[in-house]
């Protein structure tokens, strides 16, 4: 059995003109998500269309909280 486990994590999009990806260490929290997400608005220079899968993260309030404020900006899909 392995003890030294380590992990890395990555938040993945795929834009119309390419593919971005971000890779880090840590979990993936609220804060960085929407930093991720702002990043995404400001790349794109126009309305982003996100798919987002069902970590917790992705329905945290505070997360809801800046999409409704950026509901111009993006717009959220999550899978079932």
């Known amino acids: 059995l392995n003890t030294n486990r380590k992990s ?3 938040i993945s999009a795929i834009p119309a ?3 971005s990806g971000l890779w880090f260490k840590g979990p ?5 998500f929407i930093k991720v997400m702002s990043r995404m608005i400001t790349d794109a220079g126009r309305k982003v269309y996100l798919i987002l899968d069902n970590l917790r993260t992705h329905y945290r309030k505070l997360v809801k909280k800046w999409l409704d404020t950026h509901g111009d900006e993006i717009e959220v899909f999550y899978l079932s």
Request: hydrophobic share 55%.
């Open 8 to 10: 890395i994590n990555m």
């Open 28 to 32: 993936i929290n609220a804060g960085l």
């Open 17 to 19: 003109m390419g593919k």
